[in-house]
């Protein structure tokens, strides 16, 4: 079992670029959740999605959107990156909303 | 406003010195606390959940407790591979987790 996949392990970008994190888990879980951790802030939740299908906004959502691909598999685009959206991004699955969250290993974002 | 504040901010230990960490949480509908432990450049990787008042919970030389208004990480003759940076975090009913700053543990032989 890998467990939680995440591609790219590190990207730069242009201010005004777009780009899709993929993330991918092979634990048949049904909940998946987008994270970024910046100095000082720790980790924020930026989406989620409770099962296959559904998709909510977490506590810093504006200038993302995500997509559920399949149960497996969660994506998280930027459209039009900042300097502000420079940070790490961890993508997380449990097997329901109440249950653990497992992380991935992470993708280190930097946008100049 | 969920909440979760831990302290201290950095730790640092003699090898076999033990210590506590300290978790404190202010989070509408907890339904369970949580801790990992981080490594430089990796993602977080679970320890323990926490559901009740008084539970207690044991990993080598890792035990986590909780109260109604705190959790704490007890390191019990800490070695330097228990160096990394432990986070906290409440749950909620619908699986969103507010997590703490984390505390910095480093242990030196």
């Known amino acids: 079992n890998a467990g939680v996949t995440q591609t790219p392990k590190f990207q730069v970008l242009k201010t005004g670029q777009s780009m899709t994190l993929q993330c991918a888990q092979d634990?048949?879980?049904?909940?998946m959740y987008w994270y970024r951790q910046d100095p000082g802030m720790g980790l924020r939740l930026i989406y989620y999605?409770?099962?296959?299908?559904?998709?909510d906004k977490g506590e810093v959502p504006n200038g993302y959107n995500v997509s559920r691909l399949n149960k497996r598999e969660f994506s998280l685009r930027l459209e039009s990156a900042a300097p502000s959206q420079t940070s790490v991004y961890f993508c997380?699955?449990?097997?329901?909303?109440?249950?653990?969250?497992?992380f991935g290993p992470g993708t280190r974002l930097l946008v100049l | 406003e969920d909440q979760v504040t831990q302290s201290p901010e950095a730790l640092r230990l003699q090898e076999g010195e033990s210590s506590s960490l300290n978790c404190s949480y202010t989070?509408?509908?907890?339904?369970?606390l949580f801790w990992y432990r981080q490594d430089p450049g990796k993602g977080p990787e679970f320890l323990f959940t926490?559901?009740?008042a008084g539970e207690e919970k044991e990993k080598e030389r890792l035990k986590a407790t909780l109260t109604k208004k705190e959790s704490f990480l007890h390191i019990t003759a800490p070695k330097p591979e228990d160096s990394a940076t432990y986070l906290c975090a409440g749950g909620t009913s619908y699986g969103k987790l507010t997590f703490g700053q984390g505390t910095i543990l480093t242990v030196h032989p």
């Open positions: 926490l559901y009740s």
């Open positions: 997380a699955s449990s097997g329901g909303p109440q249950e653990t969250q497992y």
């Open positions: 634990m048949n879980h049904n909940s």
């Open positions: 989070v509408s509908g907890l339904r369970g």
């Open positions: 999605s409770a099962s296959e299908g559904t998709t």
